[in-house]
Each structure stands twice: as C-alpha cells, then as structure tokens.
C-alpha cells in the first residue's frame, strides 16, 4: 500500500500550512508524504515563519507558496485545513479519505512593534507544533487515521 499522502490547506501558504507542513513532515519521516497548498497563495513564505522555525530547527527557506493545481490528481488522501476561510474556500479534493480541520490564528495579521509580531508567530507556532506533534504521534501509534 501507498504511504499517506497528507495536504496542509490554508488562506495564503505563507504561515500556517508551511509551519505545520514541515513540523507533520519531520514527525512523520518516509511513513507519509506531506505537503501545503493555499486557496488563494501568496507567492512567499512570510519570514517570520521562516525565523520563528528556525528558531527550533526548521529551515523554511527552501518552501515555496503552492496553489491547489498541483494536487487535484486524486492521491492526497488526507486533508488538514488550519484556518476557517480554506476550510469553506476549499474544493473537496478527489480521492480524500480523511479531513480534518484545526484553525490557528493567522499570524501575518498580527501588528505591533517587530517584537510584538514575533511574539503571536512564535505563539502560533507552538500551538501548531502541539496539535502536528500529537496527531503524529497518533498516526506512528495507529490510534489516528491518515
């Protein structure tokens, strides 16, 4: 049998999809294939979520903001939406068998000083690392569904 294929959906694909993308990813190694996709993509990663996860060993430099084109092919077998917008903008892909939807606040809206800005993207980027790293968890234990 295939390995997982698991999409990560939000808004833009500059934050949230792209933190939680690569916390599934590293949790996961070779058992599943992870990857992010956004309803309307930025074009960028935001590069406080490029600095916030390097903060804790991720390098997000590389990533780049996806559309959904890419993975209208029918082998994504799960989807996970982290923002209320993709979760009703989104298109009901071919082919998924599971669907899941946590929503973290988008930190790209966060204002403030610099600082104060970093503050809700490492916030969110906890959070975000505390439900991936748990659902991984569940997938390694079989206690999840893929």
Known sequence: MDKPR???????NSCRSQMAEAV???????RAAVASAGSKPSGCIHPFAIRVMR?????????????LDGFMDGR????????DHAREACPVLPGVRYRYH?????????????????????????????????YAQGLLEGSTES
């Open 76 to 83: 994504i077998t799960t989807t996970i939406t982290v923002c």
């Open 24 to 30: 599934l990813q590293s949790r996961l190694g070779d």
């Open 102 to 134: 946590w929503a973290f606040e988008d930190p790209a809206h966060a204002g403030g000083t610099e600082e104060e800005q970093l503050a809700v993207f490492r916030r969110v980027r906890d959070q975000i690392v505390f439900v991936f790293d748990a």
């Open 55 to 67: 903060e804790i060993g991720f390098d997000l430099s590389s990533h780049s903001s996806k559309g």
């Open 6 to 12: 698991i999409l990560i959906l939000c808004t833009g």
